[in-house]
């Protein structure tokens, strides 16, 4: 298990270091590597590779935005069957239950806000469980999983140094 | 007024400084200059910018215009943290026999200087820091180089072969080698050290960077806290090297002496500096954490693929590897530098009888690392 989170803290961090890299940093058999890796994706520990992307930066245009949703919850519909209504949609990126005011906190990506909006106004406040919606639109994103989206802190050590 | 022309200054240098020999890391460092896309291990720097906690806390007292003079041993509250912070190591220290020093290169020069007399004996087990040497050739020494290849570990027939000797210099876990000292090892420089009648000036700078064991100050052992001064500081364990901040806990005498040094030469640490260090001893354990586990990758990594074409021992912590390369050291990192662009230190800036060896820094990111590993490789190959 020690192992196998080790493991997971590299992927976590490169998704495209390979199993012999792996093998080597953590002084381990390459099979043994990728006999892990095997087993966790079958767990669905593993769930996908992905690619963090500054889409920004190649001029493409993408709008997120954040909806708070309140919901009145019955006798036959808790919070578990009304999360997995809203996450079935593709636009919607995130939904988590969260505390405070709101009870979702439902990240939704789309083309322009205009389909953001009517995302909103047709898709989610139409659920009858929901009671009110709130509408953030993301105006830029500075850090997104982790990483820094802005140049900083370049290296400015000298080239050789005792 | 009489003429002065024709003075030739270069007899009014101090001897001494005349004589040093120029840092072997100096000549290559001019080698580098103005090359691109070089991928230097020459760099015995962490590759992290100081953790944003510390820096946050001495933007903050910046805003808040903490900039006067501190007392000339250091804030009490740094002391005090060093103090609490040092037990890990095997020894609660006095925090009035801490000095808070611009790094450790301070406690360096004005542990040698306030024990010194001119032709005092000093040993200098050998590969080792590059500036062991000179320092102690300024504070009037006379120094006993003790080569230590290839296990890089003084013996105790060595040391008290000596004679007599007023101090001892040691560095553990180790630049450039990354080898670091057992307790049974510790022992016997304890025990040549008392045979000696000598002072050790233990410079423990790496100590949070030890993977293989943990460390432990000579200073906790028995007795050994009378005849042991400490140097450390926060350049390696908290990335903090440009801040040039550090500590030396020493015996009473000494303390004294090397105070009243400091006070003299240095007046105190800079405050800012201080008061990131006390954060850092506070709250920059999970960053440390964080660094160690991945210079500890990084070296599992690298020198697995440095032993595909060296002997290499496996570093104990720092983050340096010193392969043996059967060649000439500075041949080698220099026809590294120009064919495969990757700057590497040569073995013999640490002492003669580091020759035959390169010393490479891993503080650079993985991905730098497998490049510069497969350039090494590459070219070891191609050069026999």
Redesign the interface.
């Known amino acids: 298990m020690e192992r196998a989170e080790e493991i997971l803290r590299?992927l976590e961090d490169?998704a495209k270091?390979s199993p012999k890299?792996i093998a080597?940093?953590?002084?381990m058999k390459e099979e043994e590597v990728e006999e892990i890796i095997k087993k966790l994706e079958g767990e669905k520990v593993i769930l996908k590779y992905k690619t963090l992307v500054n889409w920004e930066k190649l001029g493409v245009e993408e709008v997120y935005a954040i909806i708070d949703v309140r919901v009145n919850l019955t006798r036959e519909k808790g919070y578990d069957d009304i999360a997995k209504r809203i996450a079935k949609f593709p636009e919607v990126h995130a939904v988590r239950l969260v505390s405070g005011e709101y009870d979702f906190q439902v990240v939704v990506k789309g083309k322009s806000l205009k389909d953001i909006a009517f995302f909103v106004a047709e898709k989610i406040s139409t659920i009858p469980e929901v009671r009110d919606t709130v509408t953030h639109f993301v105006l830029r994103t500075y850090k997104e999983e982790g990483v820094l989206l802005f140049e900083d802190?370049e290296?400015r050590?000298?080239?050789?140094?005792? | 007024m009489k003429k002065i022309g024709g003075l030739q200054l270069s007899r009014k240098v101090n001897e001494k400084v005349a004589n040093l020999k120029p840092?072997g890391?100096r000549r290559?460092?001019d080698l580098?200059?103005g090359r691109e896309d070089?991928i230097?291990l020459?760099?015995?720097?962490p590759?992290f910018?100081v953790p944003w906690k510390i820096r946050e806390e001495m933007i903050y007292s910046l805003e808040k215009g903490i900039t006067s003079y501190t007392s000339n041993q250091g804030l009490p509250e740094l002391r005090n943290a060093i103090a609490e912070y040092y037990e890990k190591f095997g020894f609660k220290p006095d925090p009035d026999r801490i000095i808070v020093t611009t790094g450790v290169s301070e406690g360096i020069d004005i542990a040698l200087r306030a024990i010194i007399n001119p032709g005092d004996k000093v040993i200098i087990p050998e590969p080792c820091?590059?500036?062991y040497e000179p320092l102690s050739i300024l504070a009037g020494a006379e120094v006993v180089k003790i080569p230590t290849t290839p296990d890089f570990k003084p013996r105790y027939e060595d040391l008290v072969k000596v004679g007599k000797a007023k101090a001892i210099i040691i560095n553990y876990p180790n630049?450039p080698t990354g080898v670091s000292y057992s307790q049974k090892d510790l022992e016997e420089i304890a025990d040549a050290a008392i045979e000696l009648d000598a002072i050790i000036i233990s410079d423990e700078i790496y100590s949070e960077l030890s993977y293989t064991f943990k460390h432990t100050s000579i200073a906790s052992l028995n007795g050994m806290e009378d005849r042991v001064v400490v140097l450390n500081g926060f350049s390696k364990s908290f990335a903090m090297t440009g801040l040039r901040i550090g500590y030396a806990i020493a015996p009473d005498e000494i303390f004294e002496a090397m105070l009243k040094i400091h006070q003299y030469c240095m007046l105190c640490a800079p405050v800012t500096a201080q008061i990131g260090a006390i954060e850092a001893l506070r709250n920059g354990e999970s960053d440390l954490e964080r660094m160690r586990a991945e210079y500890l990758?990084?070296r599992?990594?690298f020198v697995?693929?440095l032993r595909e074409v060296f002997e290499v021992r496996m570093p104990d912590g720092a983050f340096y590897v010193f392969p043996k390369i059967n060649a000439n050291s500075e041949e080698f990192a220099e026809r590294l530098l120009f064919e495969k662009n990757v700057?590497v230190?040569p073995g013999n800036a640490f002492g003669e009888c580091g020759e035959g060896y390169i010393r490479c820094a891993y503080a650079v990111s993985?991905e730098k690392l497998?490049e510069a590993a497969d350039r090494i490789v590459d070219f070891a190959k191609r050069i026999g």
């Open positions: 590299i490169n270091v890299e080597e940093i953590l002084d802190e290296d050590r000298l080239a050789i140094v005792p | 840092s890391i290559f460092f580098i200059i070089v230097s020459g760099v015995g720097e590759d910018p820091y590059v500036s630049n990758r990084r599992n990594y697995r693929r700057a230190v993985m497998k």
